[in-house]
């Protein structure tokens, strides 16, 4: 920290307590003080002032600045109509802004802005990471009313997967039943992008409602739209738990992943020798094929010179035949004068 001190808001936004954006409201409401005087916007501190936010104490240039902030977990009932994200182009009404914490949290993922329900929201980079990892397959349950009654052909086909070509990819086989008429309960282990939407678009109706209300072992429950809680220990732990499970699990995929991968590379080499083999064959018997062609072409040939000769032969015998039509005298004057020859 300089001589001339730090803006209020950059250091309780360092410090991990909260945004710029959030310490500056903080600031405007009156809930931030700094050497007992409540403090004013644009305000800089120096070292050894000490600053009290929301009830926690702070003092500048201290240890106690630069620890770590205590680890914040929260359950959180989006409505609909909030964002998800800080970079909005509508400036919608954010989720960060939505919730009132005096420390910098983050969403753990994302929740269409027409769609309600549970999100988690921390201040751990670390959590925030491993259960976005989609490889984990971490279940999200949700409830979904649709525009049209729900058949069982419906659900047989959001169970096996349903192609989305728009992402050009088949989605993961799923739990669904019908809790409904126009209503459906769905668990998903990947996170595909409006992935429910665009699975009942593809299947010939549309959403009306949709709400999630589980994240692994987190539950929804009776939170209110808008309303939020800290997780508890007990679900915290347990939560810890089931991340090192599906890690330890993806581990093990992974490798079996790559043991198959290795298998089938061996087996596409075999394959690319087989086919090698037969581009062999096939080009022996197009060299054949092309062998017979020339022989087939030379005895064409010969047959045309032989028809040729024929013709012309005919040629001839047609006109020596005229020739004897055209003097029928003069072979009966030959038969009339050969007995002569005798005397």
């Given at each position: 920290?300089?001589?001339?001190?730090i803006r209020l808001?950059?250091?309780?936004?360092?410090?991990?307590i909260?945004s710029?954006r959030?310490?500056?409201?903080?600031?405007e409401e009156?809930?931030?003080?700094v050497?007992?005087?409540?403090?004013?916007?644009?305000?800089?501190?120096k070292?050894?002032?000490?600053v009290?936010c929301n009830?926690?104490?702070?003092?500048?240039?201290t240890?106690?600045a630069?620890?770590?902030p205590?680890?914040?977990?929260?359950?959180v009932h989006?409505?609909?109509?909030?964002?998800?994200?800080t970079s909005?182009k509508?400036?919608a009404?954010n989720?960060?802004?939505?919730?009132?914490?005096?420390?910098?949290?983050?969403p753990?993922?994302?929740?269409?802005k027409?769609?309600?329900?549970?999100i988690?929201?921390?201040?751990q980079?670390?959590?925030v990471?491993?259960?976005?990892?989609g490889?984990?397959?971490h279940?999200?349950?949700?409830?979904?009313?649709?525009d049209r009654?729900?058949k069982?052909?419906?659900?047989?086909?959001?169970r096996?997967?349903?192609?989305?070509?728009e992402?050009?990819v088949?989605?993961?086989?799923c739990?669904?039943e019908m809790t409904?008429?126009?209503?459906?309960?769905?668990?998903?282990?990947?996170?595909?992008?409006?992935?429910?939407?665009?699975?009942c678009?593809?299947l010939?109706?549309?959403?009306?409602?949709?709400k999630r209300?589980?994240?692994i072992n987190?539950e929804?429950?009776?939170?209110?739209?808008g309303?939020?809680?800290?997780v508890?220990?007990?679900?915290?732990?347990?939560?810890?738990r089931?991340?090192e499970?599906?890690?330890?699990?993806?581990l093990?995929d992974?490798?079996?992943?790559e043991?198959?991968?290795?298998?089938?590379?061996?087996?596409?080499?075999?394959?690319?020798k087989?086919?090698a083999?037969?581009e062999?064959?096939?080009?022996?018997?197009?060299?054949?094929?092309?062998?017979?062609e020339k022989?087939?072409n030379?005895?064409?040939?010969y047959r045309?010179?032989?028809?040729?000769v024929?013709?012309?032969?005919?040629k001839?015998r047609?006109?020596?035949?005229k020739?004897?039509n055209?003097?029928?005298?003069?072979?009966?004057?030959?038969r009339?004068?050969?007995?002569?020859?005798?005397?």
């Amino acid at each position: 920290m300089g001589d001339d001190g730090i803006r209020l808001n950059k250091f309780l936004s360092g410090a991990g307590i909260c945004s710029r954006r959030e310490a500056d409201r903080l600031i405007e409401e009156g809930k931030v003080t700094v050497g007992g005087r409540t403090a004013v916007p644009g305000q800089k501190i120096k070292n050894g002032e000490t600053v009290v936010c929301n009830g926690r104490t702070i003092a500048a240039g201290t240890k106690g600045a630069e620890e770590k902030p205590d680890r914040v977990l929260l359950a959180v009932h989006k409505p609909c109509g909030i964002v998800c994200t800080t970079s909005d182009k509508d400036r919608a009404p954010n989720i960060v802004d939505m919730v009132d914490s005096p420390v910098r949290i983050y969403p753990v993922g994302r929740l269409d802005k027409e769609s309600e329900g549970l999100i988690l929201m921390t201040n751990q980079g670390d959590l925030v990471n491993r259960l976005m990892r989609g490889s984990n397959g971490h279940e999200k349950e949700y409830l979904v009313f649709i525009d049209r009654p729900v058949k069982p052909e419906f659900i047989q086909k959001m169970r096996k997967g349903v192609f989305l070509p728009e992402l050009d990819v088949t989605t993961k086989p799923c739990f669904a039943e019908m809790t409904g008429e126009k209503s459906f309960r769905i668990i998903l282990t990947q996170g595909l992008n409006r992935q429910i939407r665009r699975m009942c678009e593809q299947l010939g109706c549309k959403v009306r409602k949709l709400k999630r209300v589980r994240i692994i072992n987190i539950e929804l429950g009776d939170l209110k739209a808008g309303e939020s809680r800290p997780v508890s220990k007990k679900e915290y732990a347990e939560l810890m738990r089931r991340l090192e499970d599906t890690s330890s699990l993806s581990l093990k995929d992974r490798t079996v992943n790559e043991k198959d991968r290795g298998k089938n590379e061996k087996g596409r080499n075999e394959d690319s020798k087989y086919r090698a083999k037969n581009e062999k064959s096939r080009n022996e018997d197009l060299k054949g094929r092309t062998k017979n062609e020339k022989g087939r072409n030379e005895d064409q040939k010969y047959r045309m010179k032989n028809e040729k000769v024929w013709n012309e032969d005919t040629k001839y015998r047609t006109k020596n035949e005229k020739s004897r039509n055209e003097n029928p005298e003069v072979r009966t004057d030959k038969r009339k004068k050969a007995p002569g020859k005798r005397k």
